[in-house]
């Protein structure tokens, strides 16, 4: 039986103060997590600080990426080690906005993901297709691509550790969410792929929906047996809003 999962994606906002007070208030407002693993991903500055407010808390943070080097010279980066030493238990990797501002490829998002397996820590692998992908009926070309080349490599043991994060560009920070049924067919197809690779694996892994996840949207998208859960922007940033998110699942 998988367990749902909800994360919160920060982004580039918060300083140190803001992170820990919505963490204050985040344990106060949410009281029984039992049904649903509660995740975010704050900036790098905030996580020690971050860390040490949720202690004895349900909620779990993550870096929002890593390098895969051990250690050296490789200025402005951050090691999974170093994340793992935060407190964190997940590291985000291959978001679109660091694929799309970042140049970042699949070939690296495979090397992150193994790092961070190797260091202890589980990975959530972003996936998506863009507008223009969808359009030209290339969705379900483009995620089977975007899962071989980023999972290449790893054991059915280390690919169940992943957390997918099915992300259509188009949907994210637009107000725009894909329908319960796109999303509903990605997922799916996402678990075919899965199968094909790892032939158990598919249904022991964690399958998540982003962009443009609400408190008013959450309860279509979720009605899919195949959607464990959301990754939420805009709407985890404001206390009131993710925690009625959260509610969701516990309803
Ligand atoms: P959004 O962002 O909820 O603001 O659309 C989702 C994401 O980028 O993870």
């Not at 991903?41 to 971050?50: G, N, Q």
């Not at 501002?101 to 863009?130: D, H, Q, W």
Request: charged share 20%.
């Amino acid at each position: 039986m998988r367990k749902y999962l909800i994360a919160g994606n920060w982004k580039m906002n918060k300083t140190v103060s803001e992170a820990v007070s919505f963490m204050k208030i985040l344990k106060g407002a949410i009281a029984n997590t039992a049904s649903v693993e509660v995740l975010l991903f704050p900036t790098f500055t905030a996580l020690y600080a971050v860390n040490n407010e949720i202690k004895g808390s349900d909620i779990n943070i993550g870096a929002q990426d890593v390098f895969w080097g051990e250690k050296g010279a490789f200025t402005g980066e951050i090691s999974p080690a170093m994340i793992k030493d935060t407190g964190c238990s997940y590291v985000l990797i291959g978001h679109s906005e660091r694929r799309q501002y970042f140049g970042e490829t699949s070939e690296m998002v495979n090397k992150k993901t193994k790092a961070v397996i190797a260091a202890g820590l589980k990975p959530m692998v972003c996936i998506g297709e863009t507008f223009q992908d969808r359009e030209n009926n290339s969705t379900f070309k483009i995620i089977e691509k975007q899962i071989n080349e980023s999972l290449v490599g790893l054991t059915a043991e280390q690919a169940c550790s992943v957390v997918i994060a099915y992300e259509p560009v188009w949907a994210i920070g637009t107000g725009k969410i894909a329908s319960p049924d796109q999303a509903q067919e990605v997922h799916v197809f996402v678990r075919k792929i899965y199968s094909q690779m790892y032939k158990d694996a598919s249904e022991k892994i964690r399958i998540l929906y982003g962009g443009s996840v609400n408190p008013d949207n959450i309860s279509n998208l979720m009605a899919n047996p195949d959607i464990d859960g959301v990754l939420v922007g805009g709407a985890s940033l404001d206390t009131e809003s993710f925690a009625k998110l959260i509610k969701h699942f516990n309803n």
